[in-house]
């Protein structure tokens, strides 16, 4: 690990400031936040990431949860995905997003892991991870040893001739799938951007994976009030029952009246180049009854556009399982 000057923030605006000095605050930015350190670091430890300063939030006052008055809820930057899974408005409002952080890493990661760290996770991409092979996001121009090389693991939608990497946050795809808002404090003020619009695919440009520019700093994600009478599910398939990431995964959001789906929400995870909401499922889904010919057109409308590599064909069809096994779950017994 290259050496590295640690400070520590106390305020925001310190915060910002700060972080403002880097080039970028996308693959290689000088200088980085640090806030659990699950992903960073093992990054520092890989030479991938190799920052000349750290600033630690974690004494930045971004750790509560709160209702806000319109129903819905805020989340600090800095709540660790322990307490954010096990919160009683999460678990009974948002119960996805419950789920989908508790089937990811491990107790001792989620008790360390923040919302802002969930969210800007870095893609477990073997090549990426390894300093001696080619990789365009590491490595602007360098190549991607994934397309030709080992890819089983790798994304089928959203991908570019550039990198197939997969985002590989579970709590992401849960927050797709609520339309959740990212709030950042940024060196010209405040902004909001919607879940959808944060992540970026790679197109030619796949050393940038989000919005966020030098200084940027994530405050808080704020959450509409959930849908009367919703039915949700987060459903993850894996190699393994624990500790592992998606190879499919989906997060369901449903209304369901007189056997009629009245609305829906779905987002995939494990094939996507970022969290993957589909809107093809959702139209194929709302207005119609809950049965599992309807289930099976929203899959295939969801993984229309997939574009299997070399190895991770299977993926197109453990994905639409995965969404259709989801919506018979989530609407059994409505
Ligand atoms: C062995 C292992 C298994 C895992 N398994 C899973 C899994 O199954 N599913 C899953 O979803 N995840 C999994 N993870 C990933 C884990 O969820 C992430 O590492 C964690 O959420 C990152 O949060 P953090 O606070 O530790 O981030 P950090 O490592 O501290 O930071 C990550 C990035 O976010 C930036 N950052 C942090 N806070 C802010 C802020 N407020 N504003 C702007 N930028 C900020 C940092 O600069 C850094 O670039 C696993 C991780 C490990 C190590
Ligand atoms: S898929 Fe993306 S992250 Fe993986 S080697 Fe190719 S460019 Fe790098």
Redesign the pocket.
């Known amino acids: 690990m290259k050496t590295f000057e640690l400070t520590r923030a106390n305020d925001n605006t310190q915060a910002v400031s700060a972080a403002a000095n880097a080039t970028t605050a996308q693959q290689g930015a000088e200088i980085?936040?640090?806030?659990?350190?699950?992903?960073?670091?093992?990054l520092m430890k890989l030479n991938v990431e190799t920052p000349q300063k750290l600033i630690d939030?974690n004494h930045l006052p971004?750790g509560k949860i709160d209702n806000l008055p319109d129903g819905g809820l805020t989340i600090g930057?800095m709540v660790r995905?322990s307490d954010l899974a096990y919160h009683p408005v999460v678990r009974k409002n948002y119960a996805v997003l419950s789920e989908a952080i508790l089937s990811?890493?491990s107790a001792q990661?989620r008790n360390?892991?923040?919302t802002?760290?969930?969210l800007?996770?870095r893609t477990r991409c073997m090549y990426f991870r390894d300093t001696a092979t080619p990789c365009n996001k590491r490595e602007p121009g360098s190549g991607c040893a994934a397309i030709t090389g080992v890819n089983r693991s790798l994304a089928i939608l959203g991908t570019s001739e550039h990198c197939i990497a997969t985002n590989?946050?579970?709590?992401n795809v849960a927050l797709a799938a609520l339309e959740a808002t990212i709030h950042i404090r940024g060196t010209k003020g405040e902004r909001s951007v919607p879940i959808g619009d944060f992540h970026l695919v790679p197109g030619d440009t796949p050393h940038r994976e989000t919005v966020?520019e030098p200084g940027?700093?994530?405050t808080n994600v704020t959450l509409p009030p959930p849908a009367p009478g919703n039915r949700s599910l987060y459903l993850k398939l894996r190699d393994r029952a624990s500790?592992?990431?998606a190879l499919a995964s989906a997060a369901i959001i449903v209304t369901v009246a007189n056997g009629r789906m009245t609305r829906a929400r779905i987002a995939l995870g494990g094939v996507g180049t970022k969290p993957w909401r589909s809107t093809e499922a959702e139209r194929e889904l709302t207005d119609q009854l809950a049965t599992p010919a309807v289930f099976q057109k929203a899959a295939d409308a969801a993984l229309r556009d997939a574009k299997p590599q070399s190895q991770n064909g299977f993926k197109v069809e453990l994905a639409k399982r995965c969404l259709v096994h989801a919506l018979k779950l989530a609407t059994q017994n409505a």
């Not at 980085?32 to 093992?42: S, V, Y």
């Open positions: 980085r936040f640090i806030a659990g350190g699950t992903t960073l670091i093992d939030v971004l930057a995905n990811g890493a990661l360390m892991a923040t802002a760290g969930n800007l996770q590989p946050s579970d709590m966020l940027d700093l994530i500790y592992e990431f």
